[in-house]
């Protein structure tokens, strides 16, 4: 799966917001220069998030941006759809006429596969995607390898 910039840039920010002191905002000048994002396009991903929900935004000198809702209550389903909209399947025609069997098929068969990536993408919580601290055990299953030094299984169990 491959995610546009603007969905990459959304998703940075959100885990920025989400490590940051809960319920201080953060201006948008401040995520774009220490994410190395343009601004001015960030803020515009910025606003989608703040009106799906996602972010809030406070106006000011004190102003910026933080998280609507807690890390544990937002999916990266929920930041992709929020800026590149709902996840679907999508197949056009053919040759511009009816629908052939053939193309039943592929559209069904790709809708099962949108299908079980909603829930996948909905099974990982913005929480999931944090920096465990370093210097815990569990920092380095998180990481992917466990103590001996063998690879885990991070996935989601809903995910398998």
């Known amino acids: 799966m491959k995610l546009s910039r603007t969905v990459a840039y959304a998703v940075q920010a959100t885990l920025r917001l989400a490590q940051a002191d809960s319920g201080i905002p953060i201006p948008c000048s401040q995520l774009a220069a220490e994410g190395h994002m343009p601004e001015r396009f960030l803020l515009q991903i910025l606003r989608h998030l703040v009106t799906h929900?996602?972010?809030?935004?406070?106006?000011?000198?004190?102003?910026?941006?933080?998280?609507?809702?807690?890390?544990?209550?937002?999916?990266?389903?929920?930041?992709?759809?929020?800026?590149?909209?709902?996840?679907?399947?999508?197949?056009?025609?053919?040759?511009?006429?009816?629908?052939?069997?053939?193309?039943n098929r592929l559209r069904a068969a790709l809708e099962k596969v949108t299908l079980s990536s909603r829930h996948q993408l909905q099974a990982i919580k913005l929480c999931d995607l944090l920096e465990p601290p370093a210097h815990s055990a569990g920092a380095v299953l998180a990481a992917g390898v466990a103590t001996d030094g063998s690879a885990t299984d991070l996935t989601p169990a809903v995910a398998r």
């Open 53 to 103: 929900g996602i972010l809030n935004s406070t106006r000011g000198v004190d102003g910026g941006y933080a998280l609507d809702r807690s890390p544990e209550d937002i999916s990266l389903l929920d930041i992709i759809e929020a800026i590149d909209g709902p996840l679907a399947a999508a197949v056009p025609s053919f040759d511009g006429g009816e629908e052939s069997g053939m193309e």
